[in-house]
């Protein structure tokens, strides 16, 4: 490998350690929850909290460990949900903290029980609301509604824009003139909108003065209002003082509690992916090597956005030895994306991925029979614990008994 220092954010953790050694005795491929960046990042989410005195949850679509959920709850008001699993999982694994939920659409044969773990349940439509609402108030539960603002502040990935046209998620302002009424208002406790993926707060300020502008009438008998999440609050160049000009103004405005539910930014550059080379060869002007973990089952989203994961040591100045990465499975496309190394790689030599504690655990596959990394956690004192080690069961009896 090179001898240029990665002083990457996602790379933190080894400005004074040595990942090779570190994960040499380490079973690959295996993620690595770091501890130390759950901390840090949970610092600044605390310090934002302080500041404002809104609430941020652990939205558990993208981070479901619930091993670090003990760590997390010193940092987090609660849990997101996004169906009845996740909830029970909040409710069991923080049973001190808020459980909040949103889903597309609720089945009727599972809202009692879900009745039983939530404190906030949002609709996504004026039919849920009105077939569920009543029932949820009269169990005590904080009720909301998801609305879409129509304003659309991403650029190049619709897979994760909930304001593309034709949206499933939320409702527009049309459809609430025209088919709330009344009694379906004096259910509501709050309002939930959802817009931003991985975006700073001057698009949230984008989105805020567009639902003020549209909804904002209907804010003065609130109780709460809900961000959503796709706030990047821990990433180095997030505008923070923006982002607790926009809670206070909502806050002190209309004298509601203000609701924050990132993923990511709760666990940004808080994890690793840990792999190994198992075979190089060239194909035209192409170096290729083949790896022991696979971007469509263990990373998927870097196929589903798509996007390049950071890898240490690579992409440096004067690296020049351009190699494309890929998984061992059947699918042509299963690609994890070209890296310029100082040197060639060769069988046997470790890899390590960074950002890797959000959207990878909770979403790793077994299609083509590829085995589920294992899931350790780096300690503060450099030490590890291993949470799980999946096997040849694992893939069988998910598709049988």
């Given at each position: 490998m090179?001898?240029?220092?990665?002083?990457?954010?996602?790379?933190?953790?080894?400005?004074?350690?040595?990942?090779?050694?570190?994960?040499?005795?380490?079973?690959?491929?295996?993620?690595?929850?770091?501890?130390?960046?759950?901390?840090?990042?949970?610092?600044?989410?605390?310090?934002?909290?302080?500041?404002?005195?809104?609430?941020?949850?652990?939205?558990?679509?993208?981070?479901?460990?619930?091993?670090?959920?003990?760590?997390?709850?010193?940092?987090?008001?609660?849990?997101?949900?996004?169906?009845?699993?996740?909830?029970?999982?909040?409710?069991?694994?923080?049973?001190?903290?808020e459980v909040h939920v949103f889903s597309g659409a609720y089945r009727e044969e599972e809202f009692d029980e879900l009745l039983s773990y939530a404190d906030h349940i949002v609709f996504n439509s004026v039919n849920q609301l009105r077939k569920f609402g009543k029932k949820a108030k009269e169990h005590g539960k904080s009720v909301g509604l998801r609305i879409n603002p129509e304003c659309s502040t991403q650029v190049g990935h619709d897979i994760y824009n909930p304001c593309a046209p034709g949206s499933r998620l939320g409702v527009t302002l049309k459809n609430f003139k025209d088919q709330m009424d009344d009694e379906l208002l004096s259910l509501l406790d709050g309002i939930h909108f959802h817009t931003l993926c991985q975006q700073n707060s001057d698009d949230l300020k984008t989105t805020l003065d567009e639902v003020e502008r549209k909804f904002g009438t209907y804010f003065s008998s609130l109780k709460w209002i809900n961000f959503g999440g796709g706030h990047h609050i821990t990433r180095v160049d997030y505008d923070i003082r923006l982002l607790e000009d926009?809670?206070?103004?909502?806050?002190?405005?209309?004298?509601?509690?203000?609701?924050?539910?990132?993923?990511?930014?709760?666990?940004?550059?808080?994890?690793?992916?840990?792999?190994?080379?198992?075979?190089?060869?060239?194909?035209?002007?192409?170096?290729?090597?083949i790896l022991d973990t696979s971007a469509a089952c263990h990373m998927p989203d870097v196929v589903e956005m798509p996007y390049k994961p950071p890898l240490y040591d690579t992409d440096l100045d004067g690296y020049s030895y351009k190699i494309r990465l890929g998984s061992q499975t059947c699918l042509s496309g299963?690609?994890?994306?070209?890296?310029?190394?100082?040197?060639?790689?060769?069988?046997?030599?470790?890899?390590?991925?960074?950002?890797?504690?959000?959207?990878?655990?909770?979403?790793?596959?077994?299609?083509?029979?590829?085995?589920?990394?294992?899931?350790?956690?780096?300690?503060?004192?450099?030490?590890?614990?291993?949470?799980?080690?999946?096997?040849?069961?694992?893939?069988?009896?998910?598709?049988?008994?």
């Open positions: 090179g001898k240029t220092k990665d002083t990457r954010p996602s790379f933190r953790r080894f400005l004074d350690l040595d990942p090779y050694t570190l994960f040499k005795d380490s079973r690959t491929p295996c993620f690595v929850i770091d501890k130390k960046g759950l901390i840090h990042d949970g610092e600044i989410l605390k310090k934002v909290q302080k500041n404002t005195g809104c609430k941020i949850l652990l939205a558990q679509k993208a981070f479901s460990n619930f091993n670090l959920y003990p760590l997390l709850e010193n940092y987090v008001a609660g849990t997101e949900a996004s169906g009845l699993y996740e909830a029970r999982l909040g409710k069991e694994e923080m049973p001190n903290k926009c809670i206070r103004h909502i806050q002190d405005t209309y004298h509601v509690q203000v609701y924050l539910e990132p993923g990511e930014a709760v666990v940004l550059n808080a994890g690793f992916l840990v792999t190994k080379v198992l075979d190089t060869f060239d194909n035209g002007n192409y170096h290729i090597a299963d690609v994890i994306g070209d890296y310029d190394f100082a040197s060639p790689l060769k069988e046997g030599d470790m890899l390590v991925f960074g950002d890797m504690a959000l959207y990878t655990t909770c979403k790793a596959n077994t299609f083509n029979g590829m085995p589920l990394p294992g899931i350790l956690v780096l300690n503060e004192d450099d030490s590890f614990e291993q949470i799980r080690q999946f096997g040849y069961q694992d893939f069988k009896y998910r598709l049988g008994k």
